[in-house]
């Protein structure tokens, strides 16, 4: 069980690195730190705001420190995963709506930081030719990693009878 939850840990991770994507590129391009900052600012000013800013932000925060208690065996890791699953459902059902049915046409020729998301899960998902909605398929996923994180994160009790040593 620890291996899964190691894993189950990792996938969170790469996860929530995969949605911080846009934030952090400018980073790993070696733009010096002013650069980052005001691509991260237009991005954020093309992309809603600050209410989704705040939204993408957060749930990528609270992803990560998720898989952090996951990986400490830690039961609050459900709350923290699930308190992320809703901002990030949050924003990419306020993303689908304000994209309408051409979600992936019109973000892919925008630089906000939502249309990117929107993109990029459109990218993953639409080429298989799937009759379902991307969107709601990547929600499936998260909730169903979110109930592994449930199972995984509990606390078992060894009960030990009267008269056994403890081990």
Not at 44 to 62: C, D, F, Y
Not at 111 to 119: C, D, K, L, N, P
Not at 127 to 147: E, K, R, S, Y
């Amino acid at each position: 069980m620890k291996v899964f939850r190691f894993v189950l840990m990792l996938a969170v991770i790469g996860y929530a690195g995969w949605l911080a994507w846009p934030f952090l590129s400018p980073f790993l391009e070696g733009a010096p730190i002013d650069v980052a900052i005001e691509r991260a600012r237009a991005m954020v000013e093309a992309g809603g705001g600050l209410p989704q800013a705040a939204l993408w932000i957060g749930a990528v925060l609270l992803y990560v420190v998720a898989a952090f208690l996951l990986g400490a065996g830690n039961p609050r890791a459900a709350a923290a995963y699930f308190l992320g699953f809703i901002a990030d459902a949050v924003l990419r059902l306020a993303i689908d709506r304000s994209n309408g049915s051409q979600n992936a046409s019109i973000a892919a020729d925008s630089s906000m930081a939502g249309g990117e998301m929107a993109r990029r899960s459109a990218e993953v998902v639409a080429p298989g030719g799937l009759p379902v909605d991307p969107t709601w398929l990547i929600l499936g996923v998260l909730l169903a990693v979110g109930v592994l994180v449930v199972i995984l994160s509990r606390r078992r009790v060894r009960r030990r009878g009267q008269g056994q040593l403890a081990a």
